[in-house]
């Protein structure tokens, strides 16, 4: 197995202290490759100079530069119309190919919220919707957004991965399954304790006896992709099991 990171909600749009930044220098640090779920116009992030800064730093830096949404709000896929998804999945591949020059092959629908129409609407885009099998529960974004739970919540979800590992149920891409893991960029609080974080990821998965690759997280653009879209769901008739309370409120 590999830890496939994965990064939602960004990029920051602060000038000092941005958490974008602070996890993309921890990631230069440990050699890590990460993809970046990138919401393209939100009011605050990735619609502000800063924001469009940070895509082109996350892309120029080995990442892969992904789409969230490309609303000014996390607004839920799920309850737009076909034709206001459409536009917006139109907008955001604009947006990406902008600032990369390249297409985004990945999507995540914020709050984990799809249904076929909304999977239908993203392979029209040329889009692949990736979901994850672990889940830090960052996602509380202002307020109270600490976790005391951080250890046990990692090893819970990666117990339960290690179930559908050793059942078959999840693929492998170059010799090895990867595990997608999804963390927030704009949460202060984790982009303060992301290197808390992998060592957790490391620390758990020794405890489980998870039979990591030698080079347990990915450090290579073109590897990361091909492990992203081996793991993506292109059926509608799919069913994966989602974060939280995601899972019984969608499914």
């Known amino acids: 197995m590999r830890f496939l990171l994965t990064?939602?909600?960004?990029p920051a749009s602060a000038v000092n202290d941005n958490p974008t930044v602070h996890i993309l220098e921890v990631l230069?640090?440990?050699n890590i490759k990460?993809?970046?779920?990138?919401?393209?116009?939100?009011?605050?992030?990735?619609?502000t100079e800063m924001g469009r800064f940070l895509i082109r730093r996350e892309y120029n830096e080995g990442h892969i530069v992904a789409l969230h949404s490309a609303t000014p709000m996390h607004s839920n896929h799920?309850?737009?119309?076909?034709?206001?998804?459409?536009?917006?999945?139109?907008?955001?591949?604009?947006d990406l190919r902008a600032e990369t020059g390249a297409a985004p092959k990945l999507v995540r629908p914020p709050f984990w919220a799809y249904d076929a129409e909304t999977l239908a609407t993203y392979h029209a885009h040329?889009?692949?919707?990736?979901?994850?099998?672990?889940?830090?529960?960052?996602g509380k974004i202002?307020?109270?957004?600490?976790?005391?739970?951080?250890?046990?919540?990692?090893?819970?979800?990666?117990?339960?991965?290690?179930?559908?590992?050793?059942?078959?149920?999840m693929p492998a891409?170059?010799?090895?399954?990867?595990?997608?893991?999804?963390?927030?960029?704009?949460?202060?609080?984790?982009?303060?304790?992301?290197?808390?974080?992998l060592d957790i990821l490391l620390d758990v998965a020794r405890e489980l006896n998870v039979p990591l690759a030698d080079k347990p997280f990915y450090d290579q653009h073109d590897e990361l992709e091909r492990a992203a879209l081996g793991a993506t769901i292109s059926s509608p008739d799919a069913k994966p099991h989602l974060p939280g309370l995601w899972n019984w409120l969608w499914q």
Not at 7 to 10: H, S, V, Y
Not at 38 to 44: G, K, P
């Open 78 to 94: 799920r309850f737009m119309s076909r034709e206001k998804l459409d536009q917006t999945m139109q907008l955001g591949v604009d």
């Open 28 to 30: 230069a640090q440990k």
């Open 142 to 169: 202002y307020g109270v957004n600490f976790s005391w739970h951080k250890r046990s919540n990692m090893l819970k979800h990666l117990a339960e991965t290690r179930k559908r590992w050793a059942a078959g149920q």
């Open 126 to 138: 040329g889009l692949h919707m990736l979901l994850t099998d672990l889940n830090a529960n960052d």
């Open 34 to 47: 990460a993809v970046f779920f990138t919401q393209t116009r939100a009011w605050n992030g990735g619609g």
């Open 7 to 10: 990064f939602d909600d960004g």
């Open 173 to 197: 891409v170059d010799g090895y399954t990867p595990v997608v893991v999804t963390f927030h960029d704009v949460n202060t609080y984790t982009s303060r304790h992301i290197e808390e974080y």
